[in-house]
């Protein structure tokens, strides 16, 4: 059949050279659609169940929120693992199904779970939600909101965010493959109803008193209509509040003499905000707002910045004046810098096989034509490409090697020039020509295919990995597979064709310039060969010895699950003191911010993202924050020269700033590392367990013992206790006493603290919460919670310091689980050492030097873990393709011995 395909073929030029130029065209427009990035994106299958109960602890989100939302997906089919996160205020659960899960699918299934798992969770703290349907490298586009120089008292946090929220969030959302727009920092606007509790005291009201009014006297109606003559009017009532004055006008009751008592006679009422779990500052000059955009998951990361880029444009002639949008995070550069690299080692690997064809064949002509097989085989591959949803990327485009696409039209045209080179002198027809041209590229198209078979077998074994391994080596084997499957299709009719058609017909034996070279090289060589024939023993015995010795030094050799991409910034994970507040974590970044600009020049600007944004995918604390320090072009650094080399530097820097911890990363990476295994660090051990104080302890010991392991950097040991925290514990029989309730009692602590909400004032289409809470300056200490005046049946008022114990001790920070079992984390970066050595020499230290009690356990997880899965498939099918080699080379040779004399060479070389 494949001489059928030649013969036809070279008959047949037109219809062939019209398929080339179809090939071309149709190539160049597939060209233009594929989704380009910079890294294959390895996420897994992942819904997020986030849920916001800012009146909970720790321990009371993990459960009354996280366990019955744990239990109730525990038995979804396709279900991998799920983690979970409980901190004060959130519960962050991630369940994980496997590759073959429809994502929308698994939403489908967990929404009906969570459905029925609501009456379970206790009303008024909190209501499950869904996380956008977006991925690890789904941050595409992160950009603030900040004032002008000149501005900045014009527009204050609140106002920022503000404009983020209505302005600017609102048009981007509906950008095609946006999945969603997080607000970070600023302050979210609210009106404030800010209660003094002594004037409460003196006119014998309460907060309930207060609440009441106000959510009795904001709202609109209506009567119908009514019939005029021939008309009719409709009845509607203006009752909505719209001004600080209308809040102020409202009346709580009358006092004895029938005066009224206004809001303002018990209350500041003023623009305040919600309190905030996240702030954003700008090179460690002041607050901002901004913004993270999230892309759908599935969606062409090019075509959806393209668009933002365009809606941004947009945005900015709308803004007021004085105000800007500045992005910072731009996955454009990372996808551009990656991309230059890739073209620039594609455009000198196919000069370099140009050049060596030319050399070595003699013939220009026959090496454009072989060396035009490059181009076209790699249409081909990108026409597949987008059938089977492969991107471009530095792995699938960077693997391509030019030597195997063109390795079997280098046999046939090879063998061409050989056929002619051995005939007559003189000029041939074109017929004799496609003769020649059909005898040698029948003859020797069984070599070719043998040969292409081969390598595409030396793929095999990266085709039968999954998971993240997988999803990050699995398009470099299927690039190469498309292309090596254009490159024989054209072989079979594009190389045949244009070798009988483009191939000078004029034969001389005259010796050119290749000839004289190989000659020579084969007078060189030939002695040596003969020496060699004469002392076998020596040249096998030589041969085992270094096979040996390299059997040894690969015992030693280290392992890596894939080296880290240079995505051109950092993400500094910034840590302050357990408990410390938003002022002291924006100071820390502030001061970092301060240092990197001042010292250094290849810093372009800091964005500080500290705490969580409005979609807390990322739910980080307040004590914790993402220092992103956008570089300039390396060609423009003049303190380092290496990325590993900067960080090093930034860090010793920063060792100024006292009471904080600085650990650097990729901002990609970082979020890859999270998404994959809860943390951010490349290596992450996890000790599992049932006590937090336990836990805590041995994580303390294990941290002290990867410091003493040579290449780890970045030590991060979790912090689950000792979070100061105000402790409100009832005494039950003086609440009977009272004839009370805690039901009540805690509805008036949290809307005195937190606020509580009683509906909403809206100026034109924006609308804002009011909220009625204790004034700032009642919210000080733990005095404040104690004189927290509680309302009696009997309508006196009694401190709450009478009704409970409230004092101040320390409980749990966050608690993490995985798999229905609380761990945790202790994860570190490596630097100048290779993943396994790292992990084997610690787990080595760590069985010596750590004897953990019964139910407990360590488990090392991050690149060691990839890496370990992608080694226990491979040793199943590297041996299985080694076999497929040596059947094949037995098929192509008809000999065990010879084909075992040609398969030596693989382990030898």
Known sequence: MLNKIIEFSIKNKLIVGLFTIVLI???????????????????????????????????????????????????IPGLKEIRSFSRFGLSAITIVFDDATDVYWARQQVTERLSAVKDKIPKGIGSPTLAPVTTGLGEIYQYVVRAKPGFEKKYDETELRTIQDWIVRRQLIGVEGVAEVSSFGGKLKQYEVAID???????????????????????????????????????????????????????????????????????????????????????????????????????????VIKNIKERIAQIRKTLPEGVIIEPFIDRTKMVNNSIATVGKNLIEGALIVLLVLIFFLGNVRAGLIVASVIPLAMLFAVILMNLFGVSGNLMSLGALDFGLIVDGAVIIVEACLFSLHSRKQGEITQNQMDGVVLETSTRMRNVAVFGELIILIVYIPIFTLRGIEGKMFLPMAQTIAFALFGAFVLSLTYIPMMTALFLKKT??????????????????????????????????????????LALITLSFIGGEFMPSLEEGDFAVETRVLPGSNLQTSMTAISQGAKILLEKFPEVEKVVGKTGSSEVPTDPMPIDASDMMVILKDKSDWTSASTFDELAAKMAKELEAVPGVSYGFQYPVQMRFNELMTGARQDVVCKIYGENLDTLALYATKLGKIVNTVEGTSDLYVETVTGMPQIVIEYNRPAIAQYDLNIEDINRIVNTAF????????????????????????????????????????????????????????????????????????????????????????????????????????PTYGGAFENLNAAKDRLLVAVPISLILIFILLYFAFKSVKQGLLIYSAIPLS
Request: hydrophobic letters at 40%.
């Open 754 to 857: 937190a606020g509580q909400s009683t509906g909403l004032i809206y100026e034109d289409e924006k609308s804002f919460d009011l909220v009625v809470r204790l004034a700032g300056e009642k919210r000080k200490g733990v005095a404040d919670v104690q004189n927290l005046l509680i309302p009696t049946p009997n309508g006196s008022q009694i401190p709450l310091s009478q009704l409970a114990t409230v004092e101040i001790t320390e409980g749990p920070n966050q608690i993490q689980r995985e798999d229905a079992k609380r761990r945790i984390v202790v994860g570190f970066n490596v630097r100048g050492r290779d993943v396994q050595s790292i992990v084997n020499e610690l787990q080595e230290k760590v069985a010596t030097k750590i004897n953990f009690p019964p139910g407990y356990y």
């Open 197 to 303: 509790p002594g004037k409460l005291k003196s006119h014998n009201i309460t907060i309930a008193d207060v609440f009441t009014a106000l959510e009795k006297n904001n709202q609109n109606a209506g009567g119908a209509y009514i019939e005029k003559g021939s008309r009719v009017l409709y009845i509607r009532t203006e009752g909505l509040i719209n001004t600080i004055e209308n809040i102020k006008d409202i009346a709580i009751k009358n006092t004895a003499n029938g005066t009224p008592l206004f809001i303002r006679d018990v209350a500041d009422v003023r623009i305040g905000s919600a309190i905030r779990y996240g702030a954003m500052t700008y090179n460690g000059e002041g607050e901002v707002s901004g913004a993270i955009v999230m892309m759908l998951k599935g969606a062409n990361s090019n075509i």
């Open 25 to 75: 065209g149709y190539g160049a427009y597939q060209f233009t659609q594929l989704p380009i990035d910079a890294v294959p994106d390895i996420t897994d299958n992942q819904v997020q169940v986030i849920t916001s109960a800012p009146s909970l602890g720790a321990t009371d989100i993990e459960r009354l929120i996280t366990f019955q939302i744990e239990q109730a997906n525990s038995n």
């Open 507 to 548: 034969i001389t034996h005259k010796q050119n310039f290749s000839d004289r070279m190989m000659e020579k090289l084969e007078n060189f060589y030939q002695p040596l060969l003969n020496k060699a024939l004469g002392i076998p023993r020596i040249i096998i015995g030589t041969t085992l010895s270094l096979f040996v």
